[in-house]
């Protein structure tokens, strides 16, 4: 899966790539790997990439991500 927050996109990791999971959740149970990332520099880039290392650390179906900032 890849995803980027843009200074126009989504703002957290939720509306980012929670429409995704959802619809993969209806045809399978297997993990996550995101396999690109990264943030467009704005002043929310700090947080927002805290947040997706936090979030992928904490959620046991997802099992990394590789990025680029």
Sequence with gaps: MV???ALS???DFQQLFGPT?????GFTRKPFLLAET???PSPRKAAQITEL???????????GSSGST
Excluded: I, Q, S
Excluded at 53 to 63: F, G, R
């Design 21 to 25: 999971f959802d619809e993969v959740r």
């Design 53 to 63: 290392l936090k979030t992928v650390a904490d959620t046991p179906d997802v099992l």
């Design 38 to 40: 990264g943030a467009e």
């Design 3 to 5: 995803g980027y927050y």
């Design 9 to 11: 996109g989504a703002h």
